[in-house]
């Protein structure tokens, strides 16, 4: 069985005009964001939907139905099966796809990365965004198969995420495979987290910006290589003012 892990829904329509074979599995994890330091797959899955619903109020049942269900299934493929992880460079996407590969690790299956190819430097951090599906076809021929150590590696970096192990990300960082570009500055950026993003929304609120569609577009600017979306900048805006 073929399957297509894809960074979000919105990417779904693009892709399914490209008639690539294959089955879709969205993942609509936010997991720069919120918890993830549990010690069991099943922990950590009560621990994203119980932070959900405390952010947004979602469903717990269907947090399970539509996020964590369709992820768990990388968990149950074979050496007969492959799976197309189409994640972007930014740090958003980069998490949720070392989760990914922790998943995958063991499984045997045949792993490929498509990544966002020509896009310019200052876009790097802008990934599938703007893509159609020719460019989405064109990206696929050119995936990277991922060899065992790059699985592990992938896996290692969640770990070392999760835990918060920022010597060890680091560390990590600093491995060169294909499949990883723009990894040491990710982790780098990763180091950061707790400082940066909230530095950049300061200094921009600081030079009298108020509008959140500026701050927002700034904020890209500033910092796109942490790939937050409204959500994660809205949150620093609040962290401010509170």
């Not at 799976?83 to 740090?91: A, G, I, P, S, T």
Request: charged share 30%; aromatic share 10%.
């Amino acid at each position: 069985m073929i399957y297509h892990v894809l960074p979000g829904d919105a990417q779904v329509s693009e892709f399914q005009k490209t008639k690539i074979d294959g089955e879709i599995i969205v993942c609509r994890e936010a997991l720069i964001d919120g918890p993830i330091d549990a010690d069991s797959i099943d922990e950590f899955w009560h621990q994203r939907a119980s932070f959900i619903l405390s952010e947004h109020g979602d469903d717990e049942i269907e947090y399970h139905e539509k996020v964590a269900d369709p992820l768990n299934k990388l968990t149950e493929l074979t050496g007969e099966d492959e799976v197309n992880l189409w994640f972007e460079y930014e740090l958003f996407c980069s998490v949720n796809m070392w989760f990914c590969l922790s998943l995958l690790e063991g499984t045997g299956a045949a792993v490929y990365r498509v990544e966002p190819i020509g896009l310019d430097e200052e876009d790097r951090w802008n990934g599938f965004g703007k893509f159609t599906a020719e460019e989405m076809l064109a990206a696929y021929e050119l995936r990277t198969k991922l060899s065992d150590d790059d699985i592990k590696l992938g896996a290692d970096l969640w770990r070392a995420y999760s835990k918060g192990d920022l010597a060890e990300l680091t560390t990590l960082g600093k491995t060169e495979s294909l499949a990883f570009p723009y990894l040491s500055e990710v982790t780098a950026a990763a180091a950061e987290q707790d400082i940066r993003p909230l530095e950049a929304v300061r200094e921009i609120i600081a030079g009298g910006e108020t509008d959140f569609a500026e701050i927002f577009a700034e904020f890209k600017k500033r910092a796109g290589v942490y790939g937050y979306g409204d959500t994660q900048v809205q949150k620093l805006i609040d962290q401010l003012s509170s």
